[in-house]
Structure formats: structure tokens, C-alpha cells
């Protein structure tokens, strides 16, 4: 699954490039898909999927299962540090809040929704080693679908690269390539099977 560039992803009209400006964007990943038919958008993507856009590897498990525990022995994710740092949905806008389709705030998983419009949502994560903000975005293509992952990472003090450079192989090689391979199978178990 490739990575493209910044000014690739800038180029697609996209909330988030406003949304988050100042924000360092750390990467972007984007994965091709086949089309089912034309208008598929990414909340119909979402709802198909029960909400749940990849499915991890055992692997990919195991590995969130290690870091979870290394943050439990060390206190990264200790809700007193979150609460301490202001979360991004405080950039939304009376638009953006009536415009998204989930409430700003909500769980989901291990992330909290900022917003969710038709193609494009934005989760976040708070803790002592990171403020991270996770986009999905899909785009209609001459051929298909380009379905974006691109991660957003602000410092939160000097532990933050060093994290970042000690997850960075592990993100590009094993995690990312696993789930955007787990996101085709739904699409095509859910969207692509199904016809239109």
C-alpha cells in the first residue's frame, strides 16, 4: 500500500487541510478500490462495515497488545493527561458541529471522533506520548475509489519523537500495510459482492 506525498493529499478537497492547519502532518497512505457503482460514500462504507473499517492481524493485535501494556507499566494513557490537553474538536466550527453524523466526543474504539461527514472522518488520541489525529477519506476516481488514511501528529513534550521513531517501523511495515489490506476485504465483502 503506497504512501503519497503532502502536496498529493492537499490537492484533494478535504475539511482537514483547514481543520488541522498548523498540525504536523506525518504521513499518508492511500489504497485503490473497485467500483461497485458510482456514489458510494464513506459513511455508506462505514454503516456496511458496522462502523469498523479494518479488522487487525493477530499481529497487528499483538502489537497494540504491547504497546497498551508498555503504556499501562508507564502511565501514558492515564485519563488525567488527556483531560489536560485541549482536544482538536475545539476547533470545530457551528458547521462543522451540526455537519458531522456522529456527535464530536464520541468513542470509538481506542480514539475519539472530531467529526464525520459523508467522506471524510476525522479521529483523535490523547495521551502522554502523543496528540495524533487520524483521517479516512474517500474519494470517487476515474476508475474507482481512493480510500486516504493520513496521520497527524502534535507534540506533547519531548517524548513524542522518540516515540514516533521507535513506532515508526512498525506503523509503515506492519500495521498500516495490515489494516489497509483488512479494508479492501470489507469493501469487497460489503460493497463490491453486494452490487448495486
Known amino acids: 500500500m503506497p504512501q503519497v506525498s503532502a502536496s498529493e493529499f492537499e490537492q484533494v478537497p478535504l475539511r482537514v487541510h483547514t481543520f488541522l492547519e498548523g498540525v504536523p502532518l506525518h504521513d499518508v497512505w492511500v489504497i485503490d478500490l473497485p467500483r461497485p457503482r458510482t456514489g458510494v460514500t464513506l459513511e455508506e462504507f462505514l454503516r456496511a462495515s458496522n462502523n469498523r473499517l479494518f479488522r487487525p492481524s493477530l499481529t497487528v493485535r499483538v502489537l ?7 503504556g499501562r507499566l508507564f502511565g501514558w494513557d492515564r485519563d488525567s493527561a488527556a483531560s489536560k490537553r485541549e482536544s482538536f474538536d475545539a476547533r470545530l466550527t457551528p458547521a462543522d458541529r451540526t455537519g458531522s453524523l456522529v456527535p464530536p466526543g464520541t468513542q470509538d474504539g481506542f480514539f475519539r471522533v472530531v467529526y464525520r461527514f459523508e467522506n471524510e472522518q476525522l479521529l483523535e488520541v490523547i495521551n502522554q506520548t502523543v496528540h495524533a489525529a487520524a483521517l479516512s477519506a474517500l474519494a470517487e476516481t476515474a476508475t474507482g475509489y481512493r ?32 489494516l489497509l489490506r483488512s479494508l479492501r476485504t470489507r469493501w469487497n465483502q460489503t460493497l463490491t459482492c453486494a452490487g448495486p
Not at 157 to 177: N, S
Open 64 to 70: 497494540l497488545g504491547i504497546r497498551f501494556l508498555v
Open 147 to 178: 480510500f486516504y488514511f493520513a496521520v497527524y501528529v502534535h507534540s506533547v513534550g519531548r517524548l513524542t519523537p522518540i516515540y514516533m521513531a521507535v513506532i515508526d517501523p512498525f506503523r509503515k511495515w506492519i500495521v498500516y500495510p495490515s
